[in-house]
């Protein structure tokens, strides 16, 4: 298993930690790719109330209940009913003219209660405790394994997101107690709506900024239907080699989409999804100062395609067929500058030959096929079910021939030397049930999930139940529980032969809260949470490793290492936010999270996460000045990220990064402040329009602190022997940096 691939993919970054590292669901109902509020009036298509005295409108949508509350800063936040858990909406607008986040919709969902950043360069969504591979992603109700470029095996984070926010009508969170209508995760759901074509009238833009450059066009499609099309390219590898990561990342993606309603009563719809992507880091031999000694060779490919049919049988039920297809590839490549960390007395740095560490060639497909219904059997009572099947297809080639010398050891032999080879197609079927039952003030949610995995032959039931109570016209609450259950990812299932017999991990969720609409256009939303994970996967080599707290080795080689599902864990904390919108000319979000989250390894002893932040704040803003202009501002505040210190006397005296196992995330930074802003001026050219936009992220340049790193060329000649400090380093976050961009509409 891995030791924070992406450290060495951008910038000294952790990532997933097993690779090392309201509305009343009885009166309102959601259409199931979306799960959105009816009563929302965003520009989103939306499903219309299903009501047995009234046929159903022709452009209705097939629908799935959600029993939440719908959250948006910016959009009419007048009461709506409670539900067992809370769903935030943030719409294409609201992302692409933030600031502090390139526009990229990942970045965005950062600024909502609950979650946290990996670090500046990384758009991973961390959840209440959470890691990455715990979040399932939906685009127009297709799954998408990871929608993001510069990614690895085990994780759904990354750089920059694959789909554009042009291209998007809006997204919707979910951060714990979702229904069992959604595959299993543990952590979040966070479903992609992509824009719909506005009055049948043709939309073609080209836009350029810090991410890239591209296009987006969409068209009317025979009498009921339109076509999407979108692409964009990285441009910083044209002016750059290095943009501070030892490298240049590389990438293009496109997103298509066509829809079409061949009848009132049907409808038809096509995405298509796919980026492709590269890197190559090569630290400098030469600098001292440079932490990495690791050349890593990075490129990939990632598909999804579907196709779901949306059936109308009567006023009262509607069908959904899905079926989609995912595939992946990626090429790792890593050679170690300093084999062992030793230079040959003597020798010349630069003829230090480089010694091949580690190789990587994977293959992931992914063939699902889904079906979801919906039945109201009453004015008051309903029924949504459905079942699902997934065909894996699992081809790896991987070979860390020489293992690592250790940083979790003080014995300075190489350790862990594996290569595998699997190759095979295994399957993982679904069956799911929800009933909701409402009453005058009161609705009941109470629903189910079978999964059969057949890798280990694992079958499993989730069930969920929610509970909300409509107070008053503007004060609802909500109560809610839920189990999910996922299996750890197939690299880590594969890379040694106990690792086989790992259990899929569970996580039972408990949330309550209330929401309050003191006036129109205000909002607020308080909700306490907590999450117990059991088979947690484990160390069998270092009894106080678990995987969410593995140290962060900051620049060291891939690793796997063997594993079993005896760790577990918690997160729990208590999040308040606020959203309030003043005359269509100022919209402001605020909310601030009190979180506590601790994992146990192989000695059952609880230590802090990677993530365990005591106290997160966001502060956003947007303001309309005037028809042509726009700003935006954001602030973020963190307690310090716990960090794991070395073992001193082992460190120096082998001249590399040796953790000290017993004080495992015993220290923390200190914390983390940083404000961006973003302007945009918009010119007019009859019914054409050219936006041009400027701001700074970590506008005050502060120094924030990212983790410690040891530096081997500064102790090749003995400087550290002199004091441990000229071998140790502070790795900062992002300075201050510019955001620039332009879009012409035509």
């Known amino acids: 298993m891995r030791a924070y691939c992406i450290v060495l993919l951008f910038l000294l970054l952790p990532c997933y930690a097993p690779r090392l590292k309201c509305q009343n669901a009885g009166s309102q109902v959601s259409d199931p790719d979306t799960h959105t509020d009816v009563s929302d009036t965003s520009t989103r298509r939306h499903p219309e109330t299903l009501a047995s005295a009234a046929p159903l409108p022709q452009a209705v949508q097939p629908v799935r209940f959600q029993s939440s509350v719908v959250v948006s800063g910016y959009e009419d936040s007048s009461a709506k009913p409670g539900g067992a858990t809370t769903q935030y909406h943030a719409t294409s607008k609201e992302i692409e003219s933030s600031a502090g986040t390139y526009g990229d919709l990942s970045r965005y969902l950062q600024l909502f209660p609950g979650v946290v950043f990996n670090s500046d360069e990384s758009d ?205 590839r990626l090429n790792i490549d890593q050679q170690d500058q300093l084999f062992d960390d030793t230079l040959s007395p003597g020798a010349n740095r630069d003829d230090n030959p480089l010694v091949p560490v580690y190789s990587e060639s994977t293959h992931d497909g992914m063939t699902n096929l889904r079906y979801d219904g919906y039945q109201r059997l009453a004015s008051d009572l309903a029924f949504a079910f459905g079942a699902s099947g997934h065909l894996y297809r699992i081809a790896y080639s991987v070979q860390q021939p020489y293992g690592e010398q250790s940083p979790l050891s003080t014995d300075p032999t190489r350790s862990d030397a594996t290569s595998f080879f699997p190759h095979f197609w295994t399957a993982e079927t679904g069956y799911y049930g929800q009933v909701t039952k409402t009453f005058r003030r009161w609705s009941l949610d109470a629903g189910g999930r079978f999964q059969q995995f057949s890798f280990g032959d694992h079958l499993t039931f989730t069930p969920r139940v929610g509970l909300s109570y409509q107070a008053s016209e503007r004060l609802a609450f909500h109560a809610g529980g839920a189990e999910y259950q996922q299996l750890p990812p197939f690299l880590e299932l594969t890379s040694y032969s106990q690792n086989r017999a790992l259990k899929p991990i569970k996580a039972s969720h408990f949330t309550a809260g209330a929401r309050w609409n003191p006036v129109r256009g205000m909002g607020v939303n308080l909700e306490l949470y907590q999450k117990e994970y059991t088979a947690y996967p484990v160390s069998t080599e270092y009894p106080s490793l678990s995987l969410a707290n593995m140290v962060d080795t900051l620049g060291q080689e891939f690793i796997w290492i063997p594993l079993v599902s005896m760790g577990k864990g918690y997160a729990q904390g208590i999040e308040l936010s606020t959203e309030m919108r003043w005359a269509d000319r100022l919209e402001l979000q605020a909310n601030a999270a009190m979180a506590l989250d601790k994992f146990a390894g192989l000695d059952g002893i609880y230590r802090r996460g990677n993530f365990d932040y005591p106290f997160v704040l966001n502060l956003a803003g947007q303001t309309a000045i005037s028809k042509r202009y726009a700003a935006s501002w954001r602030y973020e505040y963190t307690a310090g990220r716990p960090y794991t210190p070395f073992a001193e006397a082992a460190s120096v005296q082998q001249n590399r990064p040796v953790y000290d196992l017993n004080r495992m995330n015993a220290l923390r930074g200190p914390f983390y402040s940083r404000l961006d802003f973003k302007a945009s001026r918009m010119f007019l050219f009859g019914s054409r329009r050219l936006s041009l936009y400027g701001g700074l992220e970590n506008a005050m340049d502060r120094n924030n602190f990212l983790g410690i790193a040891w530096t081997p060329r500064r102790g090749d000649v003995g400087l550290c022997q002199k004091s441990i400090t000229y071998c140790i380093s502070d790795q900062d976050q992002m300075g201050i940096f510019p955001d620039l961009g332009a879009m012409f509409v035509f």
């Open 124 to 328: 991973d969504v961390l959840v209440r405790g959470g890691n990455p591979i715990e979040n399932l992603y939906l685009l127009d109700g297709i799954e998408v394994p990871n929608i993001n470029h510069i990614a690895t095996d085990a994780t759904t984070g990354g750089l920059v997101s694959m789909i554009d926010s042009s291209a998007i009508s809006n997204v919707e969170f979910l951060t714990g107690g979702y229904d069992a209508s959604y595959e299993d995760r543990l952590s979040s759901v966070i479903s992609i709506h992509s824009r719909e074509l506005s009055g049948r009238q043709p939309y073609d833009a080209v836009d350029a900024g810090f991410i890239g450059a591209g296009f987006i066009s969409e068209r009317p499609f025979l009498d009921n239907g339109s076509i999407l099309v979108t692409a964009h390219r990285s441009l910083l590898n044209l002016f750059t080699n290095n943009i501070g990561l030892s490298g240049v990342p590389i990438y293009t993606n496109a997103l298509s989409r066509a829809e079409w309603n061949p009848t009132a009563n049907d409808s038809l719809s096509i995405d298509s999804l796919t980026g492709i992507d590269s890197i190559r880091i090569t630290p400098d031999r030469d600098d001292p100062f440079e932490t990495n000694t690791i050349d890593t060779q990075y490129s990939g490919w990632r598909l999804t395609n579907g196709i779901r049919w949306r059936h109308m049988y009567s006023r009262d039920g509607f069908g959904v067929w899905t079926l989609s297809n995912s595939e992946q």
